[in-house]
């Protein structure tokens, strides 16, 4: 079992930035791709990055590509997220998930771990 906890989230200006955190406890976050989501009101949630547990393959989809990094310290179990940049549509909850293969899926069907999510508000 894996326990996942998301930080970090704020209300921020539109062109500012945060840094979500994801704290991975229960079983070492090296053997997990590691992923974030988010769902604004009334959509659906969408994978925002990943990384992969091999190799470190990153995703991003198109809207965040140049604005979010994602990164992961296997030594503190930890994922973030850096988003530079923000903009009012990236207004949502965050979630930080993870499954157990290797590869990158869109689908959150796929993710084996949720954390309870974070909020990110961004303002005009």
């Known amino acids: 079992q894996v326990q996942l906890v998301e930080s970090g989230g704020a209300l921020v200006q539109a062109g500012g930035s945060l840094r979500l955190s994801c704290a991975a406890s229960?079983?070492?976050?090296?053997?997990?791709?590691m992923a974030w989501f988010r769902q604004a009101p009334e959509k659906e949630r969408e994978l925002v990055a990943a990384?992969?547990?091999?190799?470190?393959?990153?995703y991003y989809v198109d809207s965040v590509k140049g604005r979010f990094i994602i990164s992961r310290d296997n030594a503190k179990n930890m994922v973030y997220l850096q988003m530079n940049n923000l903009k009012v549509e990236d207004t949502a909850v965050y979630y930080c998930?993870?499954?157990?293969?290797?590869?990158?899926?869109?689908?959150?069907?796929?993710?084996?771990?949720w954390g309870q999510g974070t909020q990110v508000t961004v303002s005009s």
């Open positions: 229960g079983r070492t976050s090296s053997s997990l791709t």
């Open positions: 990384v992969t547990r091999i190799v470190a393959m990153r």
């Open positions: 998930a993870a499954r157990q293969g290797n590869g990158v899926e869109s689908n959150r069907a796929n993710y084996d771990y």
